[in-house]
């Protein structure tokens, strides 16, 4: 039974370019692959090749380092030209090791025994999961196998979440389509492991072909997972949201998912999970979605991870008309490209090319018609309107108890004012006014 969430908005989904378009893999692949260092929420790797070293496909090149990181793989064989600052599509640069492409794709020859999954354990999952250098592709990008060990023993609810509710994208729900046999393989076997009692894929009723293929397969095996397909609403593939909707539990405020007994996992987090598990492979390769107005012919794409966000657009035709906004990830999250020379990370979804009628510039500060629509939409039952209002006055006392802390940046506030006020700038200039203790100069 599906349950609600409160607040959210209903942008047009803008999914129709793509919704119908399969995965398919590049026709020209890149000529060289750039690998940022860091691709995961706690850190960057460290370089575990050289300057003039052959690569082979899966081939480990970076390991966690004492700050943290994520194991990283070449996604094609080659030679090693430089390890060097590139730009990172999270903004600014990044160290990064670039590979030239041989054209060869030639595999590793250490790649791990594929297993099956009755003989798939606790201590298995959390070794290959860390092995493969896996992290939440949803946008998250936090270890999985940190989040598999801390879950183990402590949930009765596994969520899948195939929601996909930002406008445009449309990577998972063809991910959910094509590959939906071993995603709940994946999602039975990390269920069974973590000791969940319930199976969950949530996913939105405006991807009703994926749910039907879910739904034959869970038939054909008799399997014990759930499908639930709700209202398109956004921001439903919020963790706290998607549980909310998936079991009527309530993530408390400062607390996490593992406080209600539930753990949540991307559909393309637990594709490449059972991908490391029943096939040996590690992470090197995701779907990805190139649309937008701007872009001529939009599509879903199955990239090496490093491939230039360039390379992908020429994939697509390159523009059409001149982009007034290009983003990875959809508009209400998307964080705005500085070049398309940064590559495709691992938790990349898309690259959305905006024109100057689909992108909504925020304004810079008109004044509040105080209508109440933020306080309305706001799926955390934040008040966005005092939050301004507090940090304006320099208030750090009063804006302590607006719990700005609990914001997940989901960007309804900014999305639903009518006064065009960029909401989300504003809260997240408050939490850190709060954190350095200091208000507005």
Same mark, same amino acid.
């Given at each position: 039974?599906?349950?609600?969430?409160?607040?959210?908005?209903?942008? =047009?989904?803008?999914?129709?370019?793509?919704?119908?378009?399969?995965?398919?893999?590049?026709? !020209?692949?890149?000529?060289?692959?750039?690998?940022?260092?860091?691709?995961?929420?706690?850190?960057?790797?460290?370089?575990?090749?050289? %300057?003039?070293?052959?690569?082979?496909?899966?081939?480990?090149?970076?390991?966690?380092?004492?700050?943290?990181?994520?194991?990283?793989?070449?996604?094609?064989?080659?030679? /090693?030209?430089?390890?060097?600052?590139?730009?990172?599509?999270?903004?600014?640069?990044?160290?990064?090791?670039?590979?030239?492409?041989?054209?060869?794709?030639? %595999?590793?020859?250490?790649?791990?025994?594929?297993? &099956?999954?009755?003989?798939?354990?606790?201590?298995?999952?959390?070794? !290959?999961?860390?092995?493969?250098?896996?992290?939440?592709?949803?946008?998250?990008?936090?270890?999985?196998?940190?989040?598999?060990?801390?879950?183990?023993?402590?949930?009765?609810?596994?969520?899948?979440?195939?929601?996909?509710?930002?406008?445009?994208?449309?990577?998972?729900?063809?991910?959910?389509? &094509?590959?939906?046999?071993?995603?709940?393989?994946?999602?039975?076997?990390?269920?069974?492991?973590?000791?969940?009692?319930?199976?969950?894929?949530?996913?939105?009723?405006?991807?009703?072909?994926?749910?039907?293929?879910?739904?034959?397969?869970?038939?054909?095996?008799?399997?014990?997972? $759930?499908?639930?397909?709700?209202?398109? !609403?956004? %921001?439903?593939?919020?963790?706290?949201?998607?549980?909310?909707?998936?079991?009527?539990?309530?993530?408390?405020?400062?607390?996490?998912?593992?406080?209600?007994?539930?753990? /949540?996992?991307?559909?393309?987090?637990?594709?490449?999970? $059972?991908?490391?598990?029943?096939?040996?492979?590690?992470?090197?390769?995701?779907?990805?979605?190139?649309?937008?107005?701007?872009?001529?012919?939009?599509?879903?794409?199955?990239?090496?991870?490093?491939?230039?966000?360039?390379?992908?657009?020429?994939?697509?035709?390159?523009?059409? &008309?001149?982009?007034?906004?290009?983003?990875?990830?959809?508009?209400?999250?998307?964080?705005?490209? $500085?070049?398309?020379?940064?590559?495709?990370?691992?938790?990349?979804?898309?690259?959305?090319?905006?024109?100057?009628? &689909?992108?909504?510039? $925020?304004?810079?500060?008109?004044?509040?018609?105080?209508?109440?629509?933020?306080?309305?939409?706001?799926?955390?039952?934040?008040?966005?309107?005092?939050?301004?209002?507090?940090?304006?006055?320099?208030?750090? =006392?009063?804006?302590?108890?607006?719990?700005?802390?609990?914001?997940?940046?989901?960007?309804?506030?900014?999305?639903?004012?009518?006064?065009?006020?960029?909401?989300?700038?504003?809260?997240?200039?408050?939490?850190?006014?709060?954190?350095?203790?200091?208000?507005?100069?």
């Amino acid at each position: 039974m599906a349950h609600t969430f409160f607040g959210g908005v209903f942008p =047009a989904t803008r999914k129709s370019n793509t919704r119908r378009k399969p995965l398919s893999k590049l026709t !020209r692949p890149p000529l060289e692959v750039v690998i940022p260092l860091l691709m995961s929420a706690d850190g960057p790797s460290v370089p575990v090749v050289r %300057p003039g070293e052959m690569v082979s496909v899966r081939q480990v090149i970076a390991q966690p380092g004492a700050d943290g990181g994520a194991m990283a793989h070449a996604s094609v064989s080659g030679r /090693v030209a430089a390890i060097e600052n590139r730009p990172h599509p999270w903004g600014g640069s990044s160290l990064a090791i670039v590979i030239r492409s041989d054209g060869q794709n030639n %595999p590793w020859s250490g790649s791990p025994t594929p297993k &099956e999954p009755k003989d798939v354990d606790l201590e298995l999952l959390v070794s !290959r999961t860390r092995a493969a250098g896996i992290v939440g592709m949803g946008g998250g990008a936090f270890p999985a196998w940190e989040k598999v060990s801390q879950a183990a023993g402590r949930v009765d609810t596994l969520i899948v979440n195939a929601a996909e509710c930002e406008p445009y994208v449309t990577a998972d729900h063809r991910l959910l389509l &094509e590959r939906s046999e071993k995603i709940l393989r994946g999602a039975s076997t990390l269920g069974r492991c973590l000791g969940a009692q319930r199976v969950v894929i949530v996913t939105e009723g405006d991807k009703l072909n994926a749910a039907e293929s879910v739904e034959r397969r869970l038939r054909r095996h008799r399997s014990s997972a $759930q499908l639930c397909t709700v209202r398109t !609403r956004y %921001p439903l593939g919020a963790e706290k949201q998607i549980i909310q909707t998936a079991t009527g539990r309530e993530v408390p405020p400062g607390g996490s998912p593992l406080d209600v007994k539930c753990v /949540v996992f991307n559909v393309a987090t637990v594709y490449a999970i $059972q991908d490391a598990l029943f096939f040996g492979h590690p992470l090197t390769h995701r779907a990805v979605t190139v649309t937008g107005g701007a872009v001529t012919r939009p599509r879903n794409l199955w990239v090496p991870i490093g491939t230039p966000l360039g390379h992908l657009l020429e994939e697509a035709g390159g523009l059409r &008309e001149e982009a007034d906004l290009m983003l990875t990830g959809g508009p209400m999250m998307g964080i705005p490209l $500085q070049s398309l020379d940064a590559p495709v990370t691992k938790d990349t979804n898309s690259l959305v090319c905006l024109t100057r009628g &689909e992108h909504k510039p $925020q304004g810079n500060g008109a004044v509040c018609i105080r209508c109440g629509k933020c306080v309305a939409a706001c799926p955390m039952h934040l008040a966005p309107t005092f939050i301004r209002r507090a940090l304006d006055e320099g208030d750090m =006392a009063r804006l302590a108890r607006y719990h700005v802390e609990d914001c997940i940046s989901c960007g309804c506030c900014s999305f639903i004012c009518p006064a065009q006020i960029p909401l989300v700038e504003t809260v997240a200039r408050a939490r850190t006014a709060l954190e350095k203790g200091v208000g507005p100069r």
